[in-house]
């Protein structure tokens, strides 16, 4: 007897698939599995084709010994700096280009009239303001008083606008050292009125000043293997590219100022009086944050002012850093915990105003612990012995130290929004510590590269921190509101700082998400965590480049990736999957018997959802507690699967071999099913199936991105199951990014909610009330 199978072999897939490329050459292959090959720079001797540093790779040192006093009154900065610079490369260098990142404030530079605006509809004050920011910047920006060489001789050198050229008498050789001085004074700006990263906020109801001093003291640009000087002028939004070296500085302050600030105190014993040194001490063995800058002593400063006039010296010191940050106020309360991080203590900090303390004493310093031990578990071990978040009502990093957001209502109460955003702005803002500071990218040219990375980490960090953290970036289903917008609104991830529109997805969530998604869906945690790692590693201390990153990933994972940098690092096509048939049948005696499936299986619309990252957290032991994620109401919708073969489906497998009756005895009970798929987004993605069997059961299978390799427009799978299926669901986690969950589904619809019900109950009475069925409309009529 002879007993025909019906449904296409996995064989025959892959024949008519050729087959069908062969018979129209270019029409569903746009090379999107073709390697990067051009795009990515050439391997050298300074950049492996691994991804590693080559053997012959060099980068710059700068050490910096400063002087540096703060003007309260004036609110003004001078300061003195000497600068030894090392020429690590093979270059012989005639010139040196340092950063004047202040000079942001010069009225006159091009980053404050280089962007386009448009009138509003209704004036406002902050409007005005804006056409009055050339007189509200008047008098500001670094004043370079003298550049002189280490025997006290003037040295040439020419300012353009946010860049400074010292031209050297002699060239420096490579391997060769050069120190200079420089003295250079500004005054400080409002940052509350005019905005940047540094400066002042005055704090009218007790008449103090909170100041963050950033970007404050003249930097030396990065020189480098693959672009010389990196001496783009900063225009405010693309941030920095730094040198490692060694930091002294010294600062004087109003007596009754605290100051935090990059790198360790040598001094406290001078600058603490006995009862704050004595409570510094015990922070050192404390398990929990101990208070060391009192919440009275802060408000006792607030009032007398230091009447004196008298001033402080802090000498901090930090050896390998790229930058150096520091805050003074007398408004500070002060506290500290010591953290274990990978054998090493930490000793994690927080400093903050009264207006932000019962936020900041409650969690600050909490959460900087666990964001240094999250970070140190997937990327390197936190290098450095301290850990800083200061309040400052805004979000920016800095090396070892912070500034942040997170302030209470006058009475002292927040909501449970302010306190997310605060835990999310210090684990993002802590997290940089590690992207940039440590695994040292060029900020100017590329964001993604610390934003992005650090983003995914931040995400990662939140949800080991609390699985119900509402995380807004790395899930992406939370970015395809982005994904959804119009060609003309999307650009590539792989775009200089300075030309993204969207910044904050661009820079933020986009790579957020695709690293989440490698992670999850693509490689898998373990390959990933493997890889990132390695990649953390090798760069640690150094300035990794994109085709690092890249070439790094796949080096370390055996993972070819090339297709997925493709798609979602140099392109913008959206993930949008379809399933456009099911079809279903059994083995018969020569003929086909298609099956049909009479249940239609019910989604409700405000079922518990946990992503995948939730999932697997869970699975792992990492904090159990699940997140209903109500966002995604309303994804699943009625689709009508195809049950039903067309006289072509039954000429086309009436050509197949025959089953011999062992295997038709054996399989006559199971079910086959054929899958057809088609790419609508453009962007190459896994698909992800979840079968709903008729005993209730589900499973879930997986399919490479490779699947598209052939055809890259639209794919067919075939599977044989030992149940009934009566539903399936593409990317039942809503994991891969796709935009349209309405053609995921097959054989699926949603309960209607009581809201649904209600709106048809209403539309119905609308309905016999304009349609003229109501019966009381009829007796009025008679």
């Known amino acids: 007897m002879k007993h025909f199978f019906l449904s296409l072999s996995a064989a025959a897939f892959s024949f008519l698939s050729a087959q069908n490329i062969m018979n129209n050459p270019g029409s569903n292959h746009g090379n999107k599995f073709e390697q990067l090959g051009t795009i990515l720079p050439t391997p050298n001797n300074y950049r492996a084709a691994s991804g590693a540093p080559g053997h012959s790779y060099w980068q710059q040192r700068a050490d910096y010994d400063i002087d540096v006093t703060l003007d309260e009154k004036n609110t003004s900065i001078i300061g003195s700096e000497w600068v030894t610079y090392y020429n690590n490369s093979p270059d012989k260098l005639s010139y040196l280009w340092l950063q004047l990142d202040e000079n942001q404030h010069d009225p006159l530079v091009d980053g404050n009239n280089m962007d386009e605006s448009s009138l509003p509809n209704t004036l406002t004050d902050q409007s005005i303001k804006g056409f009055q920011l050339k007189e509200r910047l008047t008098g500001l920006g670094d004043k370079i008083d003298e550049v002189t060489d280490e025997l006290g001789k003037p040295l040439k050198f020419t300012i353009n606008q946010t860049m400074m050229r010292i031209d050297l008498p002699n060239s420096l050789p490579s391997k060769g050292k050069v120190k200079f001085k420089i003295r250079w004074h500004y005054k400080m700006p409002n940052r509350m009125d005019v905005g940047g990263r540094g400066g002042y906020e005055y704090f009218a109801d007790d008449g103090n000043y909170l100041f963050t001093l950033t970007q404050w003291y003249p930097r030396m640009c990065v020189y480098s293997d693959f672009q010389g000087w990196q001496n783009k002028q900063y225009l405010g939004r693309g941030e920095f590219a730094l040198a490692f070296g060694n930091f002294k500085v010294k600062m004087t302050v109003p007596a009754d100022h605290l100051v935090c600030s990059t790198g ?200 080991e921190w609390d699985s119900n953290y509402p995380s807004n970036r790395g899930p992406a289903h939370k970015m395809v509101d982005y994904f959804r917008l119009p060609k003309n609104q999307l650009e590539p991830i792989m775009i200089n700082s300075e030309n993204i529109n969207n910044f904050g997805a661009n820079a933020y969530g ?145 050509n197949y071999e025959s089953l011999p009756d062992s295997l038709f005895n054996k399989y006559s009970s199971h079910y086959f099913y054929e899958l057809k798929f088609t790419n609508k987004g453009g962007c190459v993605s896994p698909i992800i199936l979840e079968w709903t069997y008729a005993d209730g059961s589900k499973e879930i299978e997986r399919i490479n991105a490779y699947i598209w390799r052939k055809n890259e427009k639209e794919v067919t799978k075939a599977y044989m199951k030992s149940k009934k299926v009566i539903a399936v669901l593409i990317d039942p986690y809503l994991e891969t990014g796709d935009i349209s969950v309405k053609n995921n589904v097959w054989n699926i619809k949603n309960e209607p909610t009581k809201f649904d019900a209600f709106k048809t109950k209403a539309g119905a009475v609308r309905g016999q009330s304009s349609g003229g069925t109501n019966p009381m409309q009829k007796a009025k009529a008679k």
């Open 264 to 463: 360790e105190c040598q001094n406290y014993a001078q600058v603490l009086s006995a009862a704050q040194l004595a409570r510094w001490q015990k922070a050192q063995t404390a398990k929990e944050p101990v208070e060391i800058g009192l919440l009275d002593d802060a408000k006792k400063a607030e009032l007398t002012k230091n009447p004196s006039g008298a001033t402080k010296t802090w000498i901090f010191k930090a050896d390998s850093v790229r930058d150096f940050a520091w805050g003074s106020s007398r408004k500070y309360i002060w506290d500290a915990m010591p953290v274990t991080c990978e054998k090493k203590r930490v000793m994690c900090m927080s400093f903050y105003p009264k207006e932000a303390y019962n936020l900041y004493r409650r969690y600050s310093t909490k959460v900087v612990a666990h964001t240094i031990k999250t970070y140190s578990k997937y990327t390197i071990a936190y290098p450095y012995p301290v850990a800083q978040s200061i309040e400052a009502a805004n979000g920016m990093e800095y090396p070892m130290i912070c500034f942040n957001f997170g302030r209470t209502e006058k009475d002292g109460t927040y909501t449970e929004g302010t306190k997310n955003g605060m835990i999310m702005v210090i684990i993002h803002e802590v997290g940089h510590n590690f992207f940039p500071m440590i695994i040292n990218s060029d900020e100017r040219q590329w964001s993604w590269m610390d934003e992005g990375l650090n983003t995914f980490m931040q995400f990662i960090t939140e949800q």
């Open 510 to 654: 986009k790579p957020a998400t695709a690293l989440t998604i490698l992670r999850e869906t693509v490689m898998g945690r373990e390959l990933f965590d493997y890889a990132f790692k390695v990649y953390c590693n090798r760069w640690a201390f150094k300035h990794p480049e994109p085709a690092d990153f890249f070439r790094t990933l796949e080096d370390a994972s055996g993972v070819d990736l090339d297709w997925f940098w493709r798609a979602w690092f140099f392109d913008t096509e959206p993930v949008d999957v379809s399933l456009d048939t099911v079809k279903v049948f059994q083995i018969s005696d020569n003929k086909k018997v298609p099956v049909k499936i009479d249940t239609v299986v019910s989604y409700p619309k405000s079922k518990e959802f946990e992503y995948i990252t939730q999932i697997r957290n869970r699975q792992s032991g990492l904090k159990g507690l699940v997140q209903q994620d109500t966002s995604l109401q309303d994804f699943y919708y009625t689709y009508k699967g195809e049950t039903t073969t067309t006289k072509e489906t039954r000429d086309k497998y009436s």
